[in-house]
């Protein structure tokens, strides 16, 4: 069940909204948290059902070790407790790469080794990427003793609470299980409800009418047979790199609202990242819950920025090529990694050097390194062969210049203007929309601090909800891939 | 403002809105065409049917691209015939031979059907297209009033989800397919042909000296083997109505003979073993210009003629 369908919106969401405020009402606090955990599992089950006891199994597992973690005395024992936690993140490691990366694996060996090993063609189970991270991160925690006593319906609703369930973000079990114990957040709040209502319809608008808009314009041209224009190879790349901020931010804001319905404030996961002008700023921005996990339990225990200059290049580096496998299993996504892990030591090299750029040349800099970035990670997600980021790169920056029909006359040129758009001009239009509101429009937290109970928002919220009129194409998001 | 009344005053906004929304799905469904499928001819052709058609008193149906809606009127057919009582044209804008074949899985809604008609020309067979979600026991129980209240009321739900599609189709329908004189016409008669007004300066000119090239794709064939087939499976005839070029481009190029000759000699190979499968060859008829609306759309003076030489070749073998 998509947050951008029907049936999720008129039935399970309101539904689950009543149910569980009225069981709370009647003081049945216990039984409500258990509704939400069966009404999450449900809401799980409709995208895949057959990977349902793997998650519960996954649940049940990091509850218990992080239960021993967190009681452990040395002396009864005859593990150490380093030990007990090197078992655990092992074991959620190998359940990861066992269902994301064995075909990869089994590929490249073949490849390498020239033999025929046949591949498993294991389907990755739904959200495996992010309630293992949570978990792992719950483990570790329990290990420095940072967790507290919870009961394993609490850790049930932390893991399962629908919204951030299948894309994130990564929450944080400290940031959430309080949330679900505090007495306050057990009785319905207008006022949170009325902002929920407002950032999940700003996340339903730029899903259906931003994001997809884009897909179709970005699949145009990764799926091209023919050679790409200049024109066309970036219209593709940037129609890509609006697709994917559209398309994640809005199932966060989604998220995001949906839980402030039920009183539950999840950490924000995007702040503007296209007005970054440095690719450090562009990580404080983008995906921001995955770069506090990467920092706190990778970046950090490998050493951080404290075992000298050289470690910290190294660290760094490594960091983001782990953040590009862990977005899927292909070249493409590891090329993108070591592109950003690249970039972001260049970027501390250069502050180093006590170096200064002009604000919107960074500008300049960062947002074309993303959007050229994006195109082999746009390219994982379409099969994870190189050959369309290479058809979209020689678009791009080889590509025949067409000029439109009716500059003919004035300026010189050959060809079909927009001949993979059918002379769609308008995409002009939606590009130079995109930019303007990525890079001078309010983000939705910022709306989220500005909103207020008047007709301002009352009418902006009706608007971002007529989303609800186009919604035949069902479009997953694309972080469900991951 | 608190935030009760604001929530309320917001939920009777988009109360209001949904049943606006509502109210203009029920204005659309009655004017115009619901798009439940992918083409505007065949979902007007959906609504004519369910609207106009008593599909009892159906015996013949007739399936095809614009070739089928254009070049045979259904309503001579029926009046010249002594054999035909009853003729839907169920033909679809550029269907291709495989989803001329797809169409006739609408038979079912006809439970007293005797006999199909394929009309088409050489220029509708170079490729394979087949109708994508294509549900033909759902819509031929549409067409037919047999859906329960939940299945018809899916039916309409999925067609009315995108408003702004609704709303487009509503502005293109009056100025695209209103007029007799334009090729994308969806006027039926009462057998839910659709009569080409077209003559004079309403010619395209490169439509009507240009001939279209000879390709046929093989799978065309096997689904002319496969309709075939099926008819004489549940014992109904099948007549596969293949219809005239223009005379001038005919006799001046050849690919355009060979392809007419090459569809004939393949129709009647596949035919052969079918006793209830019938090629009728239309080039014979040896139409002038006059009834043409370009190279291959007859206009609705040639419609008829087809049309009676048609009657004229089913009576003659169902005698």
Known sequence: MLFNSYEFIFLFLPITFFIYFYLNQKHLTELAKGFLVLASLYFYSFFSIINLPLMLISMVFNYTLGKELSKYIQKKRKYSKKMLLVFGVITNLMLLGYFKYTDFLIFNFNRLLDTNMPLLHIALPLAISFYTFQQIAYLVDSYRGETKEYDFLNYAVFVTFFPQLIAGPIVHHSEMMPQFAKMKNKVKNYYNIALGLFIFGMGLFKKVVIADTFAVWSN????????????????????????IYFDFSGYTDMAIGIALLFNIKIPINFFSPYKAISIQDFWRRWHITLSRFLKDYLYIPLGGNRKGEIRTYLN????????????GAGWPFVLWGILHGGALVIHRFWQKLGFRMNKFLAWFITFNFINITWVFFNAGLNGGNFSAAKKVLKGMFTGEIVIPDSLKELMLGTGKWLNLYQGESYIFIWIIMAFFLVLFFPNSMEWRKKFKLNFFYMICTVLFFLAIFILYRKSEFIYFNF | MNAKKYLKILFSIFTLVVFIAIGYVVYFTKHYPLPITSRISFDAKLKFVREYIDVDKIDTIIVGSSIGLNNIQGTYLE????????????????????????????????????????????????????????????LAKYMAHELN?????KVVFDASKNIPFLINRQREWKEKHTYNNLFTYLGFDISGSVPLHIYGKDIIQHRWKNPQPNIEHPKSF?????????????????????QPYRKPLYEKYVRVSEAIKYVDQRS????????KAKLIRLQQLNMSDEYFADRTHLNDKGSIITAKAIAKFIDNNEK
């Open chain 2, 79 to 138: 009046s010249v015939s002594t054999k035909i009582n009853g003729v839907v044209n169920l033909s679809v804008y550029e269907a291709t031979t495989l989803e001329a074949e797809q169409l006739l899985e609408l038979r079912t809604a006809f439970p007293n059907l005797k006999r199909m008609i394929y009309s088409a020309q050489y220029s509708d067979m170079p490729h394979p297209y087949t109708y994508e979600d294509y549900h033909p026991k759902i």
């Open chain 2, 149 to 153: 209240f939940f299945s018809w009321l």
């Open chain 1, 220 to 243: 145009m041209g990764f799926d091209a047979k023919d050679a790409l224009s200049m024109t066309e190879g970036w219209i593709s790349s940037l129609s890509g790199t609006f697709q």
């Open chain 2, 222 to 242: 096997e689904a002319l083997d496969r309709m075939a087939k099926i008819a004489q499976k549940e014992g109904l005839y099948f007549y596969f109505a293949h």
């Open chain 2, 268 to 275: 009647d190979k596949i035919f052969a073993p079918y006793s």
């Open chain 1, 316 to 327: 760094l580096f490594t960091t983001f090529l782990l953040g590009g496998i862990w977005h």
